[in-house]
C-alpha cells in the first residue's frame, strides 16, 4: 500500500511538469526555445483562480488559464518569431513580466500580495471505476490526470505519426528547406509556440485546482524542470513524461523523507540533484533540433 501511495504523489506531483514540458516539446520541435514556460504557468494558476472566483465554476478556470496560456504565448511568438528577437531573452522577460503582473493583480482583486482567498477545485471523475481503486483511485479520479496521460499520447502521435507533426519538425530542422518546399514556417513556428502556451497554462491550471488558491510564485521553478525534462526525454512526449514522472518521484520522496534524520537542506536540494544528475547525460546524449534557437526570416530565405 506504501508503494502506491508513493506512486500516486509521484503522477500527482509530475501532471504540471508533463503538461507543461509536453508543451515545450512543440515549440522547440518548431525552433522556437521557450523558457517563459515559468511564467505562463504563473499566468495560467492566476486566470483559474480569477475564473473560478468570478464564476464559481471551476472549468471557467480551466477556460481562463487556457486562454491566459495561449495570450502569453502569443506574445513570446510575436516577439521571437515574427520580430526575431532573442528567444531566451523574450522568455525571461515574460518570466520577470508574469512575476510581477500576477502580484499586481493578485493585490488588486484579493487586496493581499501573497495569496488569493479560496476557490473550488475541479471535481472528481469516476471513469471505469477508476475512483475505487486502492490508493491510486483519489488521483485517477483527477480530470486533469487522466487528461494529461491522453494529451501525451496524442502528442506523440501528432509529432510523429501526422502530417502536422513532420512539417513541424522539418521546419525545426531545416527551415529554409521547407519553405523552399511551399510550408509556411512562420505560422508552424506560431502553432508550436501557442500550443505551447495552452498546455503550460493547463499545467498552471492544475497547481491552482489542486491548492484552490494562487499564492505568489507558487510555480516554484516547475517551468525550468520541466524544460529539463523535454531535454532528457529527447524531445519526445513519451519521454519527457517519463522523465516527468522520474522528477516527480524525486519530489515525492523529498516529501516522505521529511520529519527523517536525512538534513532537511538535503532533501530540498533533491528534485534539482536529480534534475542535474540527468542533464549530466545519466540518460544518454541528447541532440536538439538543428535549427532551434535560430530566427527564421523568410526575405532572406
Known amino acids: ?3 502506491l501511495l508513493f506512486v500516486a504523489a509521484s503522477l500527482r506531483i509530475g501532471v504540471p511538469y508533463t503538461l507543461a514540458a509536453l508543451g515545450s516539446t512543440f515549440s522547440e520541435r518548431s525552433g522556437v526555445v521557450n ?3 515559468e511564467g505562463i504557468m504563473l499566468n495560467g494558476a ?3 483562480v480569477l475564473g473560478a472566483h468570478w464564476t464559481g465554476n471551476p472549468w471557467a478556470g480551466v477556460a481562463a488559464a487556457l486562454a491566459a496560456g495561449v495570450l502569453t504565448g502569443l506574445v513570446h511568438a510575436i516577439v521571437t518569431v515574427r520580430f526575431r528577437a532573442d528567444q531566451i531573452t523574450s522568455g525571461l522577460g515574460i518570466n520577470l513580466l508574469a512575476a510581477g503582473l500576477t502580484k499586481f493583480v493578485l493585490t488588486q482583486v484579493f487586496h493581499s500580495s501573497s495569496n488569493s482567498g479560496r476557490v473550488v477545485g475541479l471535481p472528481e471523475w469516476d471513469l471505469f471505476g477508476l475512483a475505487h481503486l486502492p490508493a491510486l483511485g483519489p ?3 483527477a480530470p486533469l490526470v487522466l487528461l494529461t496521460v491522453a494529451l501525451v499520447l496524442l502528442g506523440q502521435a501528432l509529432l510523429f505519426r501526422s502530417v502536422f507533426g513532420l512539417r513541424l519538425r522539418s521546419i525545426g530542422e531545416r527551415p529554409e528547406a521547407a519553405a523552399t518546399l511551399g510550408l509556411p514556417v512562420t505560422a508552424y513556428r506560431y502553432a508550436g509556440v501557442l500550443i505551447s502556451g495552452a498546455l503550460a497554462g493547463l499545467a498552471g ?3 491552482a485546482s489542486e491548492q484552490h488558491s494562487f499564492t505568489d510564485g507558487m ?5 525550468y524542470i520541466a524544460i529539463a ?3 532528457v526525454g529527447k524531445w519526445s512526449p513519451l519521454g519527457a513524461a517519463a522523465a516527468c514522472l522520474l522528477f516527480g518521484a524525486a519530489e515525492a520522496l523529498q516529501i516522505t523523507l521529511q520529519g527523517s534524520a536525512f538534513p532537511t537542506e538535503l532533501l530540498q536540494m533533491l528534485p534539482y540533484l536529480v534534475t542535474m544528475l540527468a542533464l549530466a547525460g545519466f540518460i544518454g546524449r541528447a541532440v536538439p533540433p538543428r535549427a532551434l534557437g535560430t ?3 523568410p526575405e532572406n530565405a
Open 295 to 297: 530566427p527564421y526570416d
Open 46 to 48: 492566476l486566470a483559474y
Open 1 to 3: 500500500m506504501e508503494l
Open 229 to 231: 525534462a523535454m531535454i
Open 205 to 207: 491550471a492544475w497547481l
Open 35 to 37: 523558457i517563459a514556460l
Open 219 to 223: 510555480t516554484n521553478g516547475r517551468g
Open 139 to 141: 488521483v485517477l479520479a
